[in-house]
């Protein structure tokens, strides 16, 4: 018999016992991961033809598979089903396949002796709308391929609220994940953003905002921000195809730009150095919005209201 035969013949094994193995629900991946996979038949390929003995060769075969059932297990997209996630003081049991369309509506209950909360959101894929308001702490919704859990832990009276994507699973020609969330408005709110690469559309108007940071790589950011608190800042560390952020008109603003823009569009400010710029009367004006854009976009449009 052949050594490549042989080899073969290893490697339609393992991939066997794979396949096997989840339809026995002992290990879990998706079709479409396994799919994924068919570079790596381009490199047992090469192998198999490579002009070296055969031990070395099944060598980097095993190698090779122990890379790939590692892809496989860290798989974004891989298969679960009837999990159960906690949400906090309750358990929602999820049901969901490959390909499947979920929904879900998350909320905490709100006290009045809650004056400041943080959020922190892992955006992840899709589109993001932040906006309206609550009676709830928060009440936030998701419909599409993701599964959102929500961890909140309290620091010294503080709500630390963490909304955390565990699964989203991408299909060519699909936004496939449609979120919103709504906010409390009487907390002073500290908000963190994963972006990854969805879409944001923020509207935080009737809200107080003490800082609000977006990180990762974002498809596109609208914010709308208010006036309820005196010193608002806005951190922007994310690629993306634009920023639009609209301040209201009686608030005093200043854009630090640490970046090369191809547009930028800023109304009725002051150039007062390098990459810095200011409203008129920053210094006399009570109410501050400070922006720190440090990004690669494709331009940045400040529009006051």
Sequence with gaps: MKNRDIFWGVVLMIIGGLIALRNF?????????????????LIFWGIAIIPIKYPIKMSLTIVTVIIAIVVLINSPVRHNNW??????NYTEEVDY??????????SEKYSPEIT??????????????????????????????????????????????????????????????????ALNTEPVWDIDIDAGAASLDIDLSGHKIEKIDIDGGAAGIKIRL????????????????????RIPYESACEVRATTVLSS??????????????????????????????????????????
């Design 25 to 41: 629900d002992i290990f879990y991946f998706s079709w479409r991961s396994l799919f994924s996979l068919w570079p790596f038949l």
């Design 83 to 88: 999990r159960f996630w906690n949400y906090n």
């Design 97 to 106: 396949q490959d390909d499947e369309i979920n929904e879900q509506q998350l």
């Design 116 to 181: 400041k909360a943080k959020l922190k959101l892992e955006a992840a894929a899709g589109k993001f709308r932040i906006n309206g308001s609550t009676s709830k702490l928060f009440d936030f919704e998701n419909k599409g391929s993701g599964i959102y859990i929500v961890n909140t832990e309290t620091e010294d009276g503080i709500p630390n609220i963490d909304i955390e994507n565990k699964r989203t699973q991408f299909r060519s020609g699909d936004n496939s994940n449609n979120s919103w969330l």
């Design 226 to 245: 208010g006036k309820r608190i005196n010193k608002t800042t806005v951190e922007i560390n994310a690629g993306a195809s634009g920023i639009k952020i």
């Design 264 to 305: 930028l569009d800023l109304d009725d400010f002051n150039k007062i150095g390098n990459n810095l710029y200011q409203t008129p009367n920053f210094s006399d004006t009570t109410n501050q919005i400070f922006i720190n854009i440090d990004a690669a976009v494709s331009g940045l449009k400040i529009i006051r209201y």
